[in-house]
């Protein structure tokens, strides 16, 4: 059966679009959204069965988690454990907008997103049909609405055409992004830029709406993937050098959020960019055999170790840096009720 198509021409279609939308993702269902950049696969962040089906029609696996969309930037610390002063700084500059932030999650939250290493990509669109749909239904995990290696779809027509057998249902908000002409095709649509905000210092994951000087205006110390995979080689060569053994390699701030979450177009896709039809420029392509190449390389997952194998020591030598609980300490999950209490009740967060 293919996926029923709600309009919002008018005021009334829109109310009823809405309100069908968000009871099917009250119910666990699967949909198409449209964003500020382009439509996507949504599904219930609370749910995992819901999640899974996202990820399914996607054609991805787990090691691929969908990055998250919520409706205002006061949910940023309801989701994140801790969020650095550039972190901050860029969420109260560019949000709403095309910036998706990786962020340590709450380790507290009832959620599976996937192997998310304890991170999770955050995005306020600046799209007002998708906040409003956004406040009724709390966060939701959102990835574009593609099948993998495809373009991203930017209306109702492209997402029924990619997706239409794999979704309950489109909401069908027009083209995107706002106010694009029918001669700019899909595929020079930019996604959302997405920065690793969870090291030492922010890492620029995938470059794409906003350009890097403004971003350096909020955040002066931000690498590009280029400029991280060099500091990484010089800090290797340093070690080779002096003959010092390296206790923890590869724990280094910067790779830990990004991979699980590359492809978050935008709040959107999460899969790593190579220039191929509807994906933006990377900004810089990492060293072959690389831990950011293999990380990066999704095409053939198959063909290495999976991204938990890879980070295993890097979560083992950031645990107590990244904040988590002690060893044998237990942190037990909030209930549902709870979580979702944190979204729609202010009063509610701690």
């Given amino acids: 059966m293919s996926a029923t198509v709600y309009t919002t021409d008018t005021a009334e279609d829109r109310t009823r679009a809405l309100e069908r939308i968000r009871d099917l993702l009250a119910g666990g269902r699967t949909v198409v959204i449209p964003t500020d950049t382009v439509y996507g696969i949504a599904a219930d962040a609370f749910s995992p069965g819901a999640v899974s089906q996202l990820l399914a029609a996607k054609g991805r696996s787990r090691t691929m988690p969908p990055p998250v969309l919520i409706a205002d930037p006061g949910v940023l610390d309801a989701l994140a454990e801790t969020v650095p002063a550039t972190g901050r700084a860029m969420a109260e500059r560019?949000?709403?907008?095309?910036?998706?932030?990786?962020?340590?999650?709450?380790?507290?939250?009832?959620?599976?997103?996937?192997?998310?290493?304890?991170?999770?990509?955050?995005?306020?669109?600046?799209?007002?049909?998708?906040?409003?749909?956004?406040?009724?239904t709390g966060p939701l995990a959102v990835s574009s609405a593609n099948r993998t290696g495809q373009t991203a779809a930017t209306d109702a027509v492209e997402a029924m055409a990619q997706l239409?057998?794999?979704?309950?249902?489109?909401?069908?908000?027009?083209?995107?992004?706002?106010?694009?002409?029918?001669?700019?095709?899909?595929?020079?649509?930019?996604?959302?830029?997405?920065?690793?905000?969870?090291?030492?210092?922010?890492v620029v994951v995938r470059t794409g709406a906003l350009d890097l000087a403004l971003l350096r205006e909020t955040a002066p110390d931000l690498?590009?993937?280029?400029?991280?995979?060099?500091?990484?080689?010089?800090?290797?060569?340093?070690?080779?050098?002096?003959?010092?053994?390296?206790?923890?390699?590869?724990?280094?701030?910067?790779t830990e959020g990004q991979d699980a979450q590359d492809s978050a177009a935008d709040g959107a896709d999460a899969a790593p960019v190579t220039g191929g039809p509807g994906?933006?420029?990377?900004?810089?392509?990492?060293?072959?055999?690389?831990?950011t190449q293999r990380l990066l390389d999704t095409d053939n997952p198959s063909s290495g170790p999976a991204v938990?194998?890879?980070?295993?020591r890097e979560a083992a030598a950031a645990g107590s840096a990244a904040g988590s609980a002690p060893a044998g300490q237990r942190v037990d999950p909030l209930p549902v009720e709870r979580a979702r209490a944190l979204f729609f009740d202010p009063s509610a967060r701690d």
């Fill in 279 to 291: 994906e933006g420029p990377r900004a810089g392509a990492p060293e072959p055999g690389s831990l």
């Fill in 94 to 136: 560019f949000w709403p907008g095309a910036l998706t932030l990786i962020v340590r999650a709450q380790p507290s939250l009832n959620w599976d997103l996937g192997e998310t290493r304890g991170t999770v990509a955050l995005r306020v669109p600046a799209d007002e049909l998708t906040r409003e749909l956004l406040r009724a």
């Fill in 223 to 254: 690498l590009t993937r280029e400029e991280h995979e060099r500091i990484l080689r010089d800090e290797d060569s340093a070690r080779g050098a002096d003959g010092s053994p390296d206790p923890a390699e590869d724990s280094r701030p910067g």
């Fill in 164 to 202: 239409g057998e794999r979704v309950e249902a489109i909401l069908d908000g027009g083209r995107r992004p706002l106010g694009r002409d029918e001669q700019t095709p899909s595929t020079e649509v930019a996604p959302s830029t997405i920065i690793d905000v969870t090291g030492d210092r922010p």
């Fill in 308 to 312: 938990d194998q890879l980070r295993t």
